[in-house]
């Protein structure tokens, strides 16, 4: 036979089984196919709205010996197969973002897997054989329902990071001491640290905060290696002297705890503590040891009940940076002493002068002392050649001293709602501002030298007595809210018609025009298309126009307080848009360009006059806060409201909604619902699937019976039940639920009704279906044996 013949008779390489090639696969899975250096492969499956991956990826041999990266972030896979680990070359998984609850066991035999990204699923345990993963250096696990961490992982020769925050870990073992790497547990309900009594204690860093910690162990001491802890927002009240022995700790974070003194050892630290942070805990005096640290270049001590520090501070020669704000402290004196301090914040004191001395801080970059009582900003204040940034908002100082600036080269200035009448005539001296901030005070006009602020970015004149204003071209930010503001469109020197031109077009960013008296947004407004936040709230405002779509970066909309009824139809037009905030105004309906802006995150429509929203409301998958409390809603949509998965707060308070979804449920990740002041006759079954919920109100509605389920939300810490109509008793379950969280059941009557209003009617034709049974099925799911029947609908 001729070689011609031969090469005719050749068949292509099969896509799956031996012998197979990625050349041979269909050209919808090649699109996510991508070469590397070296001829490598990554599977690039990120953001394309899959439930699952291709069954060929595992398939075909070529792919299986080339993959070294798999990205299928931010899609709606419930599982990833156990045939991942027929990659046996994969270096990088990442899954973020997606609804997994379990993840296979075999990414254990993964033996080059370099980097695991399995970030914000639903998954409850790790793959309890994840230490065999001997190449595994960085975990990303947080954001999931984890309840503990795998026995063994403490065995993991290759791990250098682990974060399993955000999850539900009560506990953990005490080999987690043994892993040579950082380790992140916080926003967990770990409540003990377990003692360090391990044979090779190896970790170097440890975030257990967020958490319900009330002790540590007295084997800290063991934590040798130890060089950085974070214990912040629990509950301890005191720490153990052997915290004293863990000798090269350099970063310890003790803030927003209940310490009332600290030991006498902990003093020993001296020669390694840079960060110590002790704000917001119960501490009325800071001893005078705190000279020990002779390392220590960052302390805070913010939020505590000082009324004075220590002489012994003064000792500290590396310190940097002290925060004392939120104190009782009556003096800054103490602070003149420490040369080498670079940031000085004493907020929220009762300070009333500052000492002349100050001049001599010759590193000082930012000086804090807003909230205080100072009645004169002294002139030694322009004479630190080194301060950047200045904040003295919130005291009594009624001029400016005219050193200010001079051989000075300030970047912040904040002298927000003080008494000031007047700035300098001068502000070139000013010239390197960056952020101006004079809001709440009495000025009524502002010096022409503000054109030469060439670096200025953020300028806030709100609550003042400014009929016109001169605005730089530089601005990114600007705040105009509260003057008596001359509005002129024919004037086009007004400020209301310069921030239009071009420009001021090409920076500014955000805008903030309430309480201004505006019928209408100036037409100039809508020239801004690098505006991404507008806030035109408290004015008159009767429409937004059609131009509103020429801002095609906007990301925020607020217009609360206005007449409005309702947003132009091409709203639909602003994509960028995450937040739409138009309480209190006149919407009767919703605008159905809304559901068209597919990135909100923020929709508040709270005290308004709507009545329904579209049955197709969940197309706003992406929705984290809703806010649609005071409005006269009938029911709320039924369309498949598993879809709004995404909620973390619903507001429904103050409306007349007789019946909650079916679906309702299976909004796993809501952690706030409000439905006071409704309608409500029955609760829907299963409401143990709420596993995120934590506050829940239900008050002021004709609710008769509770589901058994409601005692079952494992995280509920907060219920009102009030002003119902439960007579005839509670679950069974009621006083566990009592005893675990704080519940209102008061003022029950038998008697209680609501006037009866006409609904409209449920589409014969369609049925409530259950996320669980598919949406195949017609059967909805059945609620609590205890609750009335609720009826089902589309």
Known sequence: ????????????????????????????????????????????????????????????????ELTIKLNCENNRMKRLPKSVAVLVNLEYINIRNNALSAFPGSVSRLKKLVELDITNNNIKKLPPAIHKASGLTTLHASNNKIRALPKNIGKSTSLSYVDVSHNLIKSFKKGV?????????????????????????????????????SHMPETIEKLQRLTWLDLSHNSLDELPAEIGKVRFLHYFNLSNNHIKALPQEIWNLGTALSTFLLGHNEMGVLPDDIQ????????DVSGNKLEYLPEGLKEC???????????????????????????????????????????????????????????????????????????????????????????????????????????????RKLRNLEEFRLANNDIAGMPKSIDFLYQIRVLDVAGNGFTELNVPKTLTELHLSGNPITINYTDHRSALVVIGDKDHLRNLTSLELCNLGLEEVPPSVYNLRMLKHLNVSN??????????????????????????????????????????????????EFTGGLLQCMALETLKLSHNKLKLLP??????????????????????????????????????NQNHIDQMPI?????????????AGNDLEALPGELDKLKSLEVMDISDNIIEVLPESICKIPNLRELNVSGNKITRGFPKAWENLRARAEVNMAEQSSVKKREPRDRPKPVESETQISPKAGRKGKKGKKGAKSAPPIPTGS
């Open 292 to 299: 020990k640290l002779t390392k220590l270049k960052e302390l």
């Open 1 to 64: 036979m001729s070689a011609k013949r031969k090469k005719k008779d050749d068949k292509p390489p099969p896509a799956t089984g031996p012998g197979s090639k990625i050349i041979s696969l269909n050209d919808a899975l090649k699109k996510h196919i991508k070469r590397t250096e070296g001829n490598k492969v990554h599977l690039k499956f990120g953001t394309c709205n899959i439930k699952s991956l291709p069954i060929e990826i595992w398939a075909n041999e070529e792919l299986a």
């Open 615 to 652: 049955e197709n409301f969940g197309r706003l998958n992406k929705l984290i806060r809703l806010d649609l409390s005071n409005n006269e809603l009938l029911t709320f949509p039924k369309d498949r409201i598993d879809i709004l998965a995404s909620l973390l707060t619903l507001n429904l």
């Open 177 to 213: 001491y043994e892993l040579s790497a950082t380790v992140v547990l916080s926003h967990n309900r770990i409540t003990d640290m377990p003692p360090a009594t391990v044979k090779k204690p190896n970790i170097q860093r440890l975030d257990l905060s967020h958490n319900g910690i």
């Open 663 to 675: 679906d309702f449920p299976y909004l796993y990740r809501l952690q706030e619902l409000r439905a």
């Open 539 to 588: 004015n008159s405002i009767k429409t937004l126009g059609d131009n509103i779509c020429k801002m095609r970066g906007l990301e925020s909309l607020v217009a609360d307080q206005n007449f409005l009824t309702g947003l132009p139809a091409n709203i639909s037009a602003l994509q960028r848009l995450h937040n739409v905030s138009l309480a209190d105004n006149n919407v009767e």
């Open 317 to 427: 020669a590396c310190l940097q940076l002290l925060d004392a704000s939120e104190n009782q402290l009556n003096s800054m004196k103490f602070a003149v002493f420490l040369k080498s301090l670079e940031v000085l914040k004493v907020g929220k004191n009762n300070i009333e002068v500052i000492p002349v001395e100050i001049v001599g801080m010759k590193n000082l970059v930012e000086l804090g002392v807003s909230e205080n009582k100072i009645k004169v900003l002294p002139d030694c204040v322009g004479s630190i050649k080194t301060l950047k940034r200045l904040f003295i908002a919130k005291n009594k100082i009624s001029s400016l001293p005219e050193s200010l600036g001079h051989d000075q080269v300030l970047t912040h200035l904040d002298i927000s709602n003080n008494s000031l009448t007047a700035l300098p005539h001068d502000l």
